[in-house]
């Protein structure tokens, strides 16, 4: 069986400040052995952490929408951002990704997918994210939970790690796949579980994030 965070973020993030080789470092720790790295419209972690992970690193990216975010599983390359949420679901859609919806009901989180927009693609939405585990409320969990069941999506769970303390905290369970079809099928099988992190890590992300900005110096270097 696998242990799979589906959400999570690298220093290609600039709220994030963990390397590959933390992520790596830590999950091994910490027994996750399937990962899906989702830098918000970034492509670029994604070689490093397969060549050097001993486990499977799925491909994907965190995209912001016109409406809200939207993670595509399984990408080849990075989707632009601001399409609108057809748009996006069907550039990962040609690419033979899968759409995955996170955060959804997070009354705290600007950046959810609206749940307006949100029933306009439910043709083409593969999996709902409804544990997050930078989730506020519980109750918001559980809208996520109803909503998906109710329509017949799978369900995900993902972290949201931002820094090496948060990782896993959030994960589904589900039999060894391989590809996007074996994915699917494996996750109607899964079992998600997990665990709301520290408000903490929420002001942790917020100062990474203002001590890139304004002290340039410190942040690592990126290729372009």
Request: glycine share 8%; net charge positive; aromatic share 8%.
């Amino acid at each position: 069986m696998l242990k799979a965070d589906f959400h999570l973020h690298s220093y290609y993030s600039r709220d994030c400040n963990m390397s590959p080789r933390t992520i790596v470092e830590t999950c091994v720790r910490r027994g996750v052995s399937c990962i899906a790295v989702t830098d918000h419209n970034r492509f670029a972690a994604v070689k490093e952490l397969q060549r050097i992970a001993p486990f499977l690193v799925i491909p994907a990216e965190e995209v912001n929408s016109t409406q809200g975010e939207i993670i595509g599983l399984f990408l080849q390359e990075e989707v632009p951002r601001g399409m609108d949420p057809g748009k996006t679901a069907e550039a990962i859609r040609s690419q033979g990704g899968v759409v995955y919806v996170p955060h959804p009901f997070d009354r705290i989180r600007k950046g959810r997918l609206r749940l307006e927009a949100m029933k306009e693609i439910l043709g083409l939405i593969d999996v709902i994210e409804i544990y997050n585990s930078r989730i506020t409320f519980m109750g918001d969990v559980r809208k996520a939970s109803d909503f998906a069941q109710e329509h017949g999506k799978l369900l995900g769970a993902g972290s949201d790690a931002h820094v090496w303390w948060e990782l896993g905290h959030s994960y589904v369970e589900m039999p060894e796949f391989q590809g996007r079809e074996g994915f699917l099928e494996s996750l109607r099988q899964g079992n998600v579980g997990g665990r709301l992190t520290h408000p903490a890590a929420h002001v942790a992300s917020t100062l990474i994030k203002w001590r890139g900005k304004y002290l340039k110096r410190w942040a690592p270097r990126i290729p372009s």
